[in-house]
């Protein structure tokens, strides 16, 4: 839809009834400029996945690289299963890790809960250069249910799409590929790093592909600069 035919988000917000018990009129105002500026981020939201998915082909997988899973050796092929979108998070979990990133640890915790509501329209794999068998115990650690994790033993696939350094360093990575007409192709990849972070601010993607700071953001606390998700917490 075009934005010359959308109400404007000052005009919407205005339609608003929500009041909560107390709130001040000088609360009622603010909260009244928020919600225009909360409508007007959800289009551009809508604006970026339109050209996102408007994006021209991408370039061919250059092999159908081999990976070991929790039920043997697979290809890259195999893992689209009988969908035409394939979604590939790369999980810090090298082999010299003692344990994985804490970070990648909490996406894929909240992702497991949704794993199988993905899958109804596209498939999902996580990888990683650990064994599969160090993997398959963490995930079990973890009681996650859902997810299919694949081992990238020949580190191939994990430095063409940016999940390993030149310098043998983790990195974690996101990546869409597409099977169209007997061709498979990289579709768009996350490539918000260091280079491209605001100051004073962690690198972040947009949106943020993890719900933690989502709720977080929505807190008076915010997401704060000093605080990260760990492995384990002090009870």
Sequence with gaps: MSADTLTPPGELAGKNTVRFP???????????ALLAEEIELRRHIERVAEQRRALPPGGKVPKDYLF????G???FADLFGDKQTLVV???????????PCPMCTSLLSAW???ARDVEQRVALAVIARSPIERLVAFKQERGWRSLKLYSDTTEEFSRDYHALSPEGADGAAFNVFTRRDGAIRHFWSGEMGFETADPGQDPRGAPDLMPIWTILDSTPEGRGTDWYPKLEYVR
């Design 22 to 32: 107390n709130e001040s009129p000088e609360y009622r105002r603010a909260r009244q």
């Design 68 to 71: 070991e899973g929790e039920r």
């Design 73 to 75: 050796r697979v290809s």
């Design 89 to 99: 998070y790369s999980y810090m979990f090298g082999p010299q890790r003692e344990l």
């Design 112 to 114: 497991d809960g949704e």
